[in-house]
T-cell receptor, first 110, second 116 residues
Framework: GQNIDQPTEMTATEGAIVQINCTYQ??????LFWYQQHAGEAPTFLSY????GLEEKGRFSSFLSRSKGYSYLLLKELQMKDSASYLC???????????FGRGTSLIVHP | GAGVSQSPSNKVTEKGKDVELRCDPI?????LYWYRQSLGQGLEFLIY????????KSGLPSDRFSAERTGGSVSTLTIQRTQQEDSAVYLC??????????????FGPGTRLTVT
């Protein structure tokens, strides 16, 4: 099985930077995904990492260290609309089907 | 183009009744996934279809749950003899291929099931 751990809730200020961490324990790593989910809506894809390092995409960046079983999602220049749940998901073993963590609820306040 | 659609958006049923939830994936997507999301919980994988291959049913929580995919497109998730613990949001997702190359999953809006 897999164990995916991320903080339950975080708060940050509009315009600031926030880092959401995700740690995992798996056998046979096949990639890590980050999704954003606004309340009452479907998750939407943010990023995919399979190699170590930082992937930058606009205001969002995702980092992976496979040896440490660790990833983070970095959100810059926070906007109120970034208030959402951020889901870390890991594919491992013989499967590419992601297993999701419980998500981190991010609250951005003025 | 059209995204993943699901119906109904909300379903309230009495304990013991059967329910059917429908998912229309993005046209041309060969992979289809069902998840459920309970309050405060992560997405729980239920079942996966890929093309004409046998489905991966490893996530189905009991034999009351079943799913089929007709013609490689529309999928129906059936829950028999519903229980209160089945109450959750059921999400369907599709992707163009197996996620080996990091292909993203496109999620539908979900069906909120409430068992009374």
């Amino acid at each position: 099985g897999q164990n995916i751990d991320q903080p339950t809730e975080m708060t940050a200020t509009e315009g600031a930077i926030v880092q959401i961490n995700c740690t995992y324990q798996t056998s046979g790593f096949n990639g890590l995904f980050w999704y954003q989910q606004h309340a009452g809506e479907a998750p939407t894809f943010l990023s995919y990492n399979v190699l170590d390092g930082l992937e930058e995409k606009g205001r969002f960046s995702s980092f992976l260290s496979r040896s440490k079983g660790y990833s983070y999602l970095l959100l810059k220049e926070l906007q109120m609309k970034d208030s959402a749940s951020y889901l870390c998901a890991v594919a491992s073993g013989g499967s590419y089907i992601p297993t999701f963590g419980r998500g981190t609820s991010l609250i951005v306040h003025p | 183009g059209a995204g993943v659609s699901q119906s109904p958006s909300n379903k309230v049923t009495e304990k013991g009744k059967d329910v059917e939830l429908r998912c229309d994936p993005i046209s041309g997507h060969t992979a289809l996934y069902w998840y459920r999301q309970s309050l405060g919980q992560g997405l729980e994988f239920l079942i996966y279809f890929q093309g004409n291959s046998a489905p991966d049913k490893s996530g189905l929580p009991s034999d009351r749950f079943s799913a089929e995919r007709t013609g490689g497109s529309v999928s129906t998730l059936t829950i028999q003899r519903t229980q209160q613990e089945d109450s959750a949001v059921y999400l369907c997702a599709s992707s163009s291929t197996l996620l080996g190359a990091g292909d993203e999953q496109y999620f539908g809006p979900g069906t909120r099931l409430t068992v009374t």
